[in-house]
């Protein structure tokens, strides 16, 4: 069956270094990935995407790479910051049209250690 | 911003009781959906309603049903609550026709606790 997954589920990092979260997953048709972070006692809020036609995009602090050759997907932050402690979740899309949804990762607990 | 609210953050019932969870957006989105989080499970999709009247199940719809009435306005209904849905609910829509077409954005939850 279709799964998202991560290597681990729990990250810790000294504040101002680099963190990199890991996702894999298996389903060669989804062509939609998505990076969401979800602080303690709030809904998980939108990071980043990447289509399947593309292999990295940028955003501000983040970086998406996109493997299709192994299925893999990473979200690198740059400088992490205490403020990025998190569960950050992968999601990949399935279904057609407008009954697209997305399929969830169990997600990976970011700490920033002082 | 696109805004999704959900009508409690905190919810304690009783076994047996039937339960209204519900959830607005105002960014006039087609598609919403109803999730459920539980430690070390993720994100599990219960319903979804593409539009008004419209509805499909999820992953887990069983114990479940649900009700959209008005474009945006989704509800979640727990016919007869029992201890194994005491879980974090969360509330999402998206816009299947704008340029972020799979972007699903997030209500704060509703944390369900049935005794």
């Known amino acids: 069956g279709e799964s998202v997954g991560l290597h681990l589920p729990t990250l810790s990092v000294q504040e101002g270094d680099n963190s990199i979260i890991n996702c894999a997953y298996s389903?060669?048709?989804?062509?939609?990935f998505i990076w969401y972070k979800q602080e303690s006692g709030k809904g998980p809020q939108f990071i980043i995407d990447?289509?399947?036609?593309?292999d990295k995009r940028q955003g501000q602090r983040v970086t998406v790479l996109l493997n299709k050759t192994v299925k893999h997907l990473s979200l690198q932050i740059a400088a992490t910051q205490p403020g990025d402690s998190a569960v950050y979740f992968c999601?990949?899309?399935?279904?057609?049209?407008?009954?697209?949804?997305?399929?969830f990762g169990s997600g990976t607990q970011l700490t920033v250690l002082p | 911003d696109v805004k999704v609210t959900q009508s409690s953050r905190y919810l304690v019932k009783r076994t047996g009781e039937k339960v209204f969870l519900e959830c607005v957006q105002d960014?006039?989105?087609?598609?919403m959906f109803w999730y459920r989080q539980d430690p070390g499970l993720g994100l599990r999709l219960i319903y979804f309603?593409?539009?008004?009247?419209?509805?499909e199940k999820g992953d887990i719809p069983e114990g479940y049903s649900v009700s959209r009435e008005k474009k945006e306005r989704f509800s979640l209904i727990l016919e007869s609550a029992s201890t194994n849905q005491t879980s974090m609910y969360l509330c999402?829509?998206?816009?299947?026709?704008?340029?972020?077409?799979?972007?699903?954005?997030f209500g704060p939850g509703t944390r369900l606790t049935v005794l």
């Open positions: 999402a829509s998206s816009d299947p026709g704008g340029p972020l077409t799979d972007t699903q954005y």
């Open positions: 389903n060669s048709a989804s062509d939609y």
């Open positions: 990447i289509r399947s036609n593309m």
């Open positions: 999601a990949e899309n399935k279904g057609a049209g407008s009954a697209r949804q997305l399929t």
């Open positions: 960014m006039d989105h087609e598609n």
């Open positions: 309603s593409y539009d008004v009247k419209m509805k």
